[in-house]
């Protein structure tokens, strides 16, 4: 197996837990809280898919799906363009309001779209490409995406968490 075709089918797993964490939840349950600092399913959703999306994108030299493709528009966040939801407060979170479940998974099927068509153009050695020297020792391609990974995954995980209660109190 090729670097390329294990992420992508990586990726291709975050994209399942995603879909599976949305399926069937209504608009109410997209956003509820299960207590006031508790992040909703929606928000976990429109990060890790934020998340995804910026740095792939980065590294990738590719215009974010969010912004080229008309997402920032159609979800009207209150945040600014750049925001991926790292470091946002409790009250920053509350503000997301996710217009549609469809919405949410159609902009996540475009990042992974993109996620997809850039890693299928890679070969093992483009791996040990150094993409951020902000850190010691720097971040290299195969790096990046696999943190990509790990924290999306994460938080799809949380997602399914979340809605496995919200089901329970349906």
């Not at 995406?145 to 997602?159: F, W, Y």
Request: hydrophobic letters at 40%; proline letters at 4%; glycine letters at 10%.
């Amino acid at each position: 197996m090729k670097g390329h075709e294990l992420l992508a089918d990586a990726f291709g797993r975050v994209h399942e837990a995603v879909h599976a964490a949305v399926d069937g939840l209504d608009l109410d349950q997209l956003h509820r809280r299960l207590d006031d600092d508790a992040n909703p399913v929606g928000w976990l959703v429109w990060h890790l898919t934020r998340v995804q999306d910026d740095h792939v994108a980065e590294v990738a030299g590719l215009e974010q799906v969010w912004s080229g493709q008309g997402f920032e528009a159609k979800f009207g966040t209150p945040y600014p363009t750049a925001a991926v939801g790292y470091g946002q407060s409790s009250h920053e979170v509350g503000k997301l309001n996710v217009p549609s479940v469809e919405l949410l998974t159609g902009y996540h099927d475009a990042v992974h779209a993109q996620t997809l068509a850039y890693v299928g153009t890679l070969t093992d050695g483009d791996f040990d490409r150094v993409v951020d020297t902000r850190w010691d020792p720097p971040v290299t391609l195969g790096v990046r995406l696999v943190s990509v990974v790990n924290d999306t995954l994460q938080h799809a995980g949380q997602a399914a968490y979340v809605r496995g209660i919200l089901l329970r109190e349906a």
